[in-house]
């Protein structure tokens, strides 16, 4: 069941870095259960890297690094946050208040599409550092950060290419800042893992050409319907 298990998350997440990101969402609670809750981060993480670099080497040109820039700092901060939280607060506390306050971001970024009014609060310094702060203390607990960026990105309003860009760039960046933080804080990257990793490596390439390939069929309204989607399905199954 565990070989089954990472070879249908090397090709998600293929996938996922180049574009189909909603894709991620069954792979992360499939990998806790097959491995162990903090195991599976250490597992997943450097693979999460090998994708990254394919998606930045592909959209490299295609970003808006102010928007990187923004959300980097706090986001820095959510890691050391998460860390110094996790053995005092029972990890489904955090999941839920991550979910509402999600949601709530959720709500405005839908009644801003619907009716067609500006999110006044996204010009404000404190609304990036908000969801930098969110991803970073996400991203470090469970590599679960894709939601937060995703409603981040979809209240800026940004178009498809620049929507995955920038996404490409921003968790590029994290996650291999993560790398030590886990290896050596939390010891649950070791060489057996990395090894299985790179064993991973071609899957996790033709999930990418994958990715590229939809992505490419996708119209902007319908990719735009679609982040939407699973972004919400992502945020009820944090709040469950």
Same mark, same amino acid.
Request: aromatic share 12%.
């Given at each position: 069941?565990?070989?089954?298990?990472?070879?249908?998350?090397?090709?998600?997440?293929?996938?996922?870095?180049?574009?189909?990101?909603?894709?991620?969402?069954?792979?992360?609670?499939?990998?806790?259960?097959?491995?162990?809750?903090?195991?599976?981060?250490?597992?997943?993480?450097?693979?999460?890297?090998?994708?990254?670099?394919?998606?930045?080497?592909?959209?490299?040109?295609?970003?808006?690094?102010?928007?990187?820039?923004?959300?980097?700092?706090?986001?820095?901060?959510?890691?050391?946050?998460?860390?110094?939280?996790?053995?005092?607060?029972?990890?489904?506390?955090?999941?839920?208040?991550?979910?509402?306050?999600?949601?709530?971001?959720?709500?405005?970024?839908?009644?801003?599409?619907?009716?067609?009014?500006?999110?006044?609060?996204?010009?404000?310094?404190?609304?990036?550092?908000?969801?930098?702060?969110?991803?970073?203390?996400?991203?470090?607990?469970?590599?679960?950060?894709?939601?937060?960026?995703?409603?981040?990105?979809?209240?800026?309003?940004? =178009? $498809?290419?620049?929507?995955?860009? *920038?996404?490409?760039?921003?968790? &590029?960046? #994290?996650? +291999?800042?993560? %790398?030590?933080?886990?290896?050596?804080?939390?010891?649950?990257?070791?060489?057996?893992?990395?090894?299985?990793?790179?064993?991973?490596?071609?899957?996790?390439?033709?999930?990418?050409?994958?990715?590229?390939?939809?992505?490419?069929?996708?119209? =902007? $309204?319908?990719?735009?319907?679609? *982040?939407?989607?699973?972004?919400? &399905?992502? #945020?009820? +199954?944090?709040? %469950?």
């Amino acid at each position: 069941m565990q070989w089954a298990v990472i070879v249908l998350s090397a090709l998600c997440v293929g996938m996922s870095k180049t574009g189909v990101q909603g894709i991620m969402l069954m792979i992360v609670p499939l990998l806790a259960m097959a491995f162990g809750a903090k195991e599976s981060t250490g597992i997943i993480l450097p693979m999460l890297c090998m994708a990254d670099i394919m998606a930045v080497a592909y959209y490299k040109r295609i970003a808006d690094w102010k928007i990187v820039a923004k959300l980097l700092p706090t986001a820095i901060l959510g890691f050391f946050l998460a860390i110094g939280v996790d053995s005092l607060v029972p990890h489904g506390q955090f999941r839920q208040l991550m979910g509402w306050t999600l949601m709530l971001a959720l709500v405005v970024m839908i009644w801003s599409e619907i009716f067609g009014k500006e999110n006044r609060w996204m010009r404000k310094w404190w609304y990036a550092a908000i969801f930098g702060l969110m991803g970073g203390f996400t991203t470090m607990i469970g590599n679960a950060a894709g939601p937060v960026m995703s409603v981040y990105l979809l209240s800026m309003r940004k =178009e $498809k290419m620049e929507y995955i860009g *920038i996404n490409a760039w921003f968790f &590029l960046v #994290v996650n +291999l800042l993560k %790398i030590p933080l886990q290896a050596f804080v939390w010891n649950n990257i070791t060489w057996n893992s990395l090894q299985l990793n790179l064993l991973m490596l071609p899957i996790i390439g033709v999930g990418a050409v994958i990715g590229v390939s939809i992505v490419k069929q996708l119209p =902007e $309204k319908v990719f735009r319907r679609f *982040i939407q989607v699973v972004t919400i &399905l992502s #945020v009820i +199954l944090m709040i %469950i």
